[in-house]
Each structure stands twice: as C-alpha cells, then as structure tokens.
Nanobody, 124 residues
C-alpha cells in the first residue's frame, strides 16, 4: 500500500505563506488526493482535493483564493501552497488518498490512505 509523508509545516506570522508537500512511496496517479486539517478539539476538516490527472480541484470555502493544491504524478508528490495565512488556519495538516472520484472528495470517509500530518501554526 502507498504510504504518504507530509512536510513543510512550521510557524508563520499572519499574512505569510507556507508550502506543504506530500511524498508518496508509490504511484498516486490513480488516486484522488486531498488535504485535510485538524485543530485541537475539533474534527478533521476538508481543505482541498485534486483529481487523479489534476484537471479538477475543490476547495473549502474558508481557503478559496488563498490555497492552491497541485500534484506531480511523475514525482508522486502532492502540494498545498498556502498564502495569506490566518491564525484560524492553525492545525495539523494531513495528506490523504482516495480511490473515489471528485464528487466524494470532500468527505474524509472516502479516503483510505493517510499521512501522519504536519503542524502549521499561524501567529497573530
């Protein structure tokens, strides 16, 4: 089974940027890929998703216009460019893979492969 490892988290001031990456141990071209986040005491929420060939994306309303998801199937990597960060973006960010298509991408229940997460902290 493919394994996912996130990187790129850290501490940044409000208004700053971070770029998260997710490296896969195998082919990801068959998977819908997504980013989720979980703040302390809260549920794991959808952030963004991208179709297997990268021709379709979806975003949570809270990040639209600020975050951009992308993938490189040749390198088996997934990225999340995060701009104009806000304190409410503070969370552990998880990379995930799903064999379901984009209509199911916003539900964490349809993802069967998860990374361990990377912490993003945005200070005010």
């Amino acid at each position: 089974q493919v394994q996912l490892v996130e990187a790129g988290g850290g501490l940044v001031q409000a208004g700053g940027s971070l770029r998260l990456s997710c490296a896969a141990s195998g082919r990801i071209s068959v998977y819908t890929m997504g980013w989720f986040r979980q703040a302390p005491g809260k549920e794991r929420d959808f952030v963004a998703a991208i179709s297997p060939m990268g021709d379709s994306t979806a975003y949570a309303d809270s990040v639209k216009g600020r975050f951009t998801i992308s993938r490189d199937n040749a390198k088996n990597t997934l990225n999340l460019q995060m701009n104009s960060l806000k304190p409410e973006d503070t969370a552990v960010y998880y990379c995930a893979a799903s064999l379901y298509s984009m209509p199911y991408a916003e539900s964490r229940n349809y993802y069967n492969i998860w990374g361990r997460g990377t912490q993003v902290t945005v200070s005010s």
